[in-house]
T-cell receptor, first 114, second 111 residues
Framework: NAGVTQTPKFQVLKTGQSMTLQCAQDMNHNSMYWYRQDPGMGLRLIYYSASEGTTDKGEVPNGYNVSRLNKREFSLRLESAAPSQTSVYFC?????????????FGSGTRLTVV | KQEVTQIPAALSVPEGENLVLNCSFTDSAIYNLQWFRQDPGKGLTSLLLIQSSQREQTSGRLNASLDKSSGRSTLYIAASQPGDSATYLCAVSLTGNQFYFGTGTSLTVIP
């Protein structure tokens, strides 16, 4: 099925370890996003990519880096994981940066940092 | 920063009942607003998107309204079904790109 695919679905890291969350979409969307969802808080934007080759910070970018590898793929990297980064991470895409047709979300990556 | 509030946090209704979910936001100069559905352990599904120039959008049994001047949106679900049980999230954008999400209303429809 067409959509947004995230890997892995679950991950446990030790404090200080690094990892990359992968996201790929096959809908030919130009814009992609990384959000985190924490209990009692709404989803918060970490980084976004308006189009291939561009990335920008969102509301909570500290501790993360991103790469827009090509039009399909947008990865999120944690260089030195901290317990505060325990969260559910969602990747999303849209036709363009100005969202006139809605988002398509992946199913999420549940990350625990111990 | 845009603050988005959804009340109530949880709602339980018997099957067949019509219901309204509420969303309020602090900055009325919005570009658009989306309503999403989230099932446990799953991603979000976009239900309806309302542009700032629109007052409502409809999809099947769902109707979303927007009142920018009062900073409110409502999601109306007609003839609720057990399959409607999920968390419903409201998200508001000032520029069309970065969305600010509410914490959601968890809906349970009792058969």
């Amino acid at each position: 099925n067409a959509g947004v695919t995230q890997t892995p679905k679950f991950q446990v890291l030790k404090t200080g370890q690094s990892m990359t969350l992968q996201c790929a979409q096959d809908m030919n969307h130009n814009s992609m996003y990384w959000y985190r969802q924490d209990p009692g808080m709404g989803l918060r934007l970490i980084y976004y990519s308006a189009s291939e080759g561009t990335t920008d910070k969102g509301e909570v970018p500290n501790g993360y880096n991103v790469s827009r590898l090509n039009k399909r793929e947008f990865s999120l990297r944690l260089e030195s994981a901290a317990p505060s980064q325990t969260s559910v991470y969602f990747c999303a895409s849209s036709v363009d940066l100005v969202v006139n047709y809605g988002y398509t979300f992946g199913s999420g990556t549940r990350l625990t940092v111990v | 920063k845009q603050e988005v509030t959804q009340i109530p946090a949880a709602l339980s209704v018997p099957e067949g009942e019509n219901l309204v979910l509420n969303c309020s936001f602090t900055d009325s100069a919005i570009y658009n607003l989306q309503w999403f559905r989230q099932d446990p352990g799953k991603g979000l599904t976009s239900l309806l998107l309302i542009q700032s120039s629109q007052r409502e959008q409809t999809s099947g049994r769902l109707n979303a309204s927007l009142d920018k001047s009062s900073g409110r949106s409502t999601l109306y679900i007609a003839a609720s079904q057990p399959g409607d049980s999920a968390t419903y999230l409201c998200a508001v954008s000032l520029t069309g790109n970065q969305f600010y999400f509410g914490t959601g209303t968890s809906l349970t429809v009792i058969p």
